[in-house]
């Protein structure tokens, strides 16, 4: 009897065709939003191909008692209950590296876009207004400091990245230490949380969702940024006090900021961000790219398929 594997969300179709060989492929990219038609569809499945909407908790688990692998078309796993998983012996994959360049070049653009200020303007112009002289006083990255907060490989790309245009960049990462080689290697200078935040002139972060990082960014640690610098979260929502942020760019601290992941998703229309200017929102799409979605794909649509034929 051939192998199921169900897929919950959308994947590149090639991949899909590259596991349809040997296995039986359920692929219902709307089961994200039919929970009940999922976890029927579960009974006999040996793999879950998920992205980062569908919630693979202890409910789910109970209704694929066969169930060998999942993985995730991303990186991020906290709709994964990972440990459940462990326990029952299932492999979590997830596509590790496939979409850090899009998201280093999410980073960097928009670093450049927040310091310049001029694309913010769009709206005034059309509208028959001329704000030049505003507008005139926006920066180049050319000799500005970005600071990444996180340094694994979505924070090396960004830095590489960053440098093509001129920036300096230093890096905090608690789990790399002071000798480490990477810091020769890239270029980056390592330093403490307190001094990134000091003289960075563009901030992004690149840490996990973890208790130690929950509102890492919160009132007081925005308020020890630059004046006029920009904040950039392509990480997890949960990192930045929202509330905080709205704050600091209503009152004028911050020059500007960017959000692609928020604490609630969607982001609510009653959100504390609703008014806040100079900021830009994407809808969690930093690594999603058509280039990004094929590499995840495929990545997944191989391990999966060597997970499962090594197999009994």
Sequence with gaps: MMKRICISEF?????VQALTPGFDVCYEPGWVDRRDALLDALAGA????????????A???ERAPAL????RLGVGLDNIDVAACRDRGIRV?????????SVAEYVVTTAALLLRGAYLGSAEVAGGKWPRARLSEGREALGKTLGLIGFGDIGRQAAALAQ???MRVVAHDPMLAPDDPVWAATGVEGTTLEALLAQSDAVSLHVPLVTATRHLMNAQRIAAMKRGAVLINTARGGVV??????GALLEGHLGGAALDVFEAEPLTADSVLADAPNLVLTPHIGGVTREANARVSMMIAEQVRQTLEALP
Aim: no cysteine; aromatic share 2%.
């Design 68 to 71: 060998r692998v999942v993985g």
């Design 59 to 61: 409910a789910l688990l």
């Design 46 to 57: 040996d793999a879950l191909i998920v992205r980062n909407r569908t919630q693979v908790d």
């Design 11 to 15: 994947m590149d179709p090639a991949a």
């Design 93 to 101: 994959i997830p596509a590790s590296g496939a979409n850090a360049r």
């Design 164 to 166: 093509a245009f001129g």
């Design 241 to 246: 006090d929202e509330g905080a942020l709205a």
